[in-house]
């Protein structure tokens, strides 16, 4: 109930590509959906978060899709540079107490 | 202003010693978390403080586990008898009490030999 699972654990693309990187939840009570990254050394930072009223949100490059009905998530980004060789992890909590339950991240590299 | 603050950023200690990790959360952020990142567990969720509530303690994977907040500000991790399985990385988070952000540190590794 509190797992949230993540896909692909690995990704590689070109620059200009669009990686997509998918969410599962299971949890209906979560009210949250956010996205991080992180770089290596460094604390994830959030890059961008959803609440379930809403089917798509987009923040520059980034978008996040959401359909309730499937709880399932997903971020692509637009026009991917080197520069978002990363680490990517969604994560799902409920707005009051909200501890954050990740997915198991995912490694994206991003070849000039 | 100054982000979440941890202290030390690597932390090297022998099987069976106490070890204490420290947060410094953003100034005026009334929740508090910690998490463990493990190459084999991802980010796991420890404990969470907010305000002058009970902390959320369910997270805690012992005994020998344990935390507090003073004054609402710092927040202290301390482990005993530390085990091999206990090195990861330690995460703290703040969050304020008008967003949903919650903010972390650049965590403390702590390797025990």
């Known amino acids: 109930q509190q797992q949230v699972k993540q896909s692909p654990q690995s990704l590689i693309v070109q620059k200009g590509g669009i990686p997509i990187i998918n969410c599962a939840y299971e949890n209906t009570a979560f009210d949250y959906f956010p996205w991080y990254q992180q770089f290596p050394g460094k604390g994830p930072a959030l890059l961008i978060a959803?609440?379930?009223?809403?089917s798509e949100k987009k923040e520059g490059r980034f978008t996040i899709s959401f359909n309730k009905s499937a709880k399932q998530f997903s971020l692509h980004i637009m026009d991917s540079q080197p520069g978002d060789s990363a680490t990517y992890f969604c994560?799902?909590?409920?707005?009051?107490?909200?501890?954050?339950?990740f997915g198991q991240g995912t490694e994206l590299s991003v070849k000039p | 202003g100054a982000g979440v603050s941890q202290s030390p950023s690597n932390k090297v200690t022998e099987k069976g010693k106490d070890v204490e990790l420290r947060c410094d959360p953003i100034s005026g952020h009334t929740a508090l978390y910690w998490y463990r990142q493990s190459l084999g567990q991802g980010l796991e969720f420890l404990i969470y403080?907010?305000?002058?509530?009970?902390?959320?303690k369910s997270g805690l994977p012992s005994d020998r586990f344990s935390a507090e907040r003073t004054g609402g500000s710092v927040s202290t991790l301390t482990i005993q008898r530390t085990q091999q399985e206990d090195s990861a990385v330690y995460l703290c988070a703040s969050e304020g009490p008008s967003t949903d952000t919650q903010y972390f540190g650049p965590g403390t590794r702590l390797t025990v030999l």
């Open positions: 959803i609440r379930p009223d809403v």
């Open positions: 403080f907010q305000g002058n509530s009970a902390p959320d």
């Open positions: 994560a799902a909590s409920k707005i009051q107490g909200g501890k954050l339950i």
